[in-house]
């Protein structure tokens, strides 16, 4: 294999910098970089020299032997001085000893072609790498450890017996075959379609675990929308004023609420608009209810008009989770809450304290999350399931009609198409597509 090499690190100011080297000849290169000798796994202060002899850093320097790296082959990590300079005065003189740059994502692909992790690893650390959710984080480090994997392994095994029972009676007469082989048979593929399903289902369910959920703020002009998003970013980042229709277009931000992230989107008040421009902004603000995972409905303590009474019915029959927030409580409460009976109520002044909003919307992203289970994290897995499941559907027509072979086949693809989420077989296209996606030193 070419040696590799790239900067590890991002492009900027901090402490340190790492350039990392994988490939046959990463010991050479590091040796006629600091003239030293290393022994495998040991930090080792060694200077660094370029070509003209000139010193262009101390730095840390690892050597991991392959096979054991983090690619399988044999690595070198310059754990240099920060900023963004060394680190590429030190990548430039690798690249003259015969490295060449590495390609996104070229080295974790190395490890999968290595053994070192399998596909749905792989996709771990992508996304990994990319969350801004810290229980989306939580989630992929389970499945870097082989979560996933370790369900696929349970449904294959599944799969093989199931076929292997099968295989028993493909040479018998139909009339031999045992009365229950069908049912029990079926019985066990029943289990195994509900926990894909279960899975899949799950998976739809929390993908927003690693994007953020979203939460749409609707509500009749000044409720309080915009003074709510401000309280929950703790900025003035919405104008607020009492002119009804000051908020024109919806403002996504992302926040952190306990260790959940979301996406809170404040929209244009909802009444009959006065002009164009709110009239499209009222269309956004009932779009954002659509896309949302929670909506959370504003309104204000000291009235209940006509058109609040309207936003309550579209609120009752949007199926999602609905938070109502009484807002304005500062002034008192002269409305009827019974109108909202059934409902998840919350009162909260924007100006003085939102505590209880936060709350409720902490509960219920803990039970969301609380599902302690692998979940699949891109299409390609989701696909591979599905393939199953359809695989799996087709082989039943088989087992009534007693041709084992044909089901025995169909079993196979089922097995096929789950084994792809761990060990995908149409190679070149799917791994320029996997790891295109990552960071250049990953
Ligand atoms: N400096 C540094 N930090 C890093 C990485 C890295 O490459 N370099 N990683 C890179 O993403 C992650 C750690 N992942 C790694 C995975 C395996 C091995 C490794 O040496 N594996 C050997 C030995 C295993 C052992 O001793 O238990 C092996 O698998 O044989 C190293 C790093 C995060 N932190
Ligand atoms: N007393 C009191 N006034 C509030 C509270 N929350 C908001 N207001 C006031 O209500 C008015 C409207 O607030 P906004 O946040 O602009 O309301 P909005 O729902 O975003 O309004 P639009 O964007 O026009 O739909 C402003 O004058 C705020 O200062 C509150 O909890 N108590
Ligand atoms: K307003
Ligand atoms: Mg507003």
Do not use: W
């Not at 709350?359 to 219920?364: G, Q, V, W």
């Amino acid at each position: 294999m070419e040696t590799i090499a790239a900067i590890a690190t991002p492009n900027g100011i901090g402490a340190i910098s790492i350039v990392r080297i994988s490939g046959d000849n990463a010991l050479e290169i590091a040796k006629k970089l600091t003239k030293k000798e290393f022994t495998p796994r040991k930090a080792t202060l060694a200077k660094v020299f370029d070509s003209n002899d000139e010193l262009i850093d101390i730095a840390l320097v690892i050597y991991f032997k392959a096979p054991s790296s983090f690619t399988g082959e044999d690595v070198v990590e310059f754990q240099c001085h920060g900023g963004v300079v060394v680190s590429r005065l030190i990548l430039e003189e690798v690249l003259k000893h015969g490295a060449r740059l590495a390609n996104p994502g070229e080295f974790t692909k190395r490890a999968f072609l290595n053994g070192k992790i399998d596909a749905s690893q792989a996709e771990a650390i992508a996304k990994l790498i990319e969350t801004r959710s810290k229980e989306g984080a939580k989630l992929l480090s389970r499945q870097l450890e082989g979560d996933l994997s370790k369900f696929v392994d349970e449904v294959r095994e599944k799969l093989i017996e199931i076929m292997a029972y099968a295989e028993v009676f493909i040479d018998y007469a139909e009339e031999d075959l045992p009365e229950t082989l069908g049912s029990e048979i079926e019985e066990r593929l029943q289990k195994i379609e509900e926990l894909l399903i279960h899975t899949l289902e799950s998976s739809k369910r929390r993908e927003a675990l690693l994007s953020g959920y979203k939460v749409a703020i609707v509500g009749k002009p000044n409720v309080g929308k915009s003074s709510i998003l401000n309280a929950l970013l703790n900025k003035q980042r919405a104008i607020v004023s009492d002119i009804a229709g000051t908020t024109r277009d919806t403002i996504e931000e992302d926040i952190q609420i306990g260790s959940h992230l979301i996406r809170i989107i404040d929209t244009a008040g909802i009444r009959a608009a006065k002009d164009e421009i709110e009239k499209i902004g009222v269309e956004r603000s009932k779009k954002a209810i659509e896309e949302a995972d929670i909506v959370v409905g504003v309104f204000s303590a000291d009235e209940f008009t006509k058109e609040d009474e309207e936003i309550l019915e579209l609120l009752k029959n949007v199926d999602k989770e609905v938070i109502i927030v009484i807002n304005k409580v500062d002034k008192g409460i002269n409305i009827d809450l019974d109108k909202f009976q059934g409902l998840k109520v919350v009162k909260i002044s924007a100006k003085k304290d939102i505590s209880p909003l936060i709350d409720e919307l902490k509960n219920l992203l803990d039970s969301f999350s609380s599902e302690d289970e692998h979940i699949l994290i891109s299409t390609r897995q989701i696909h591979a399931v599905e393939k199953a499941l359809n695989a799996i559907n087709e082989s039943k027509q088989f087992l009534q009609t007693g041709e084992l072979e044909l089901f025995s086949y169909q079993i196979q693809d089922a097995i096929r198409a789950i084994s792809e989420i761990t060990k995908p077989f149409e190679y070149d296209e799917m791994l320029d597509k996997m790891f295109g996606s990552f960071c250049v030193g990953k």
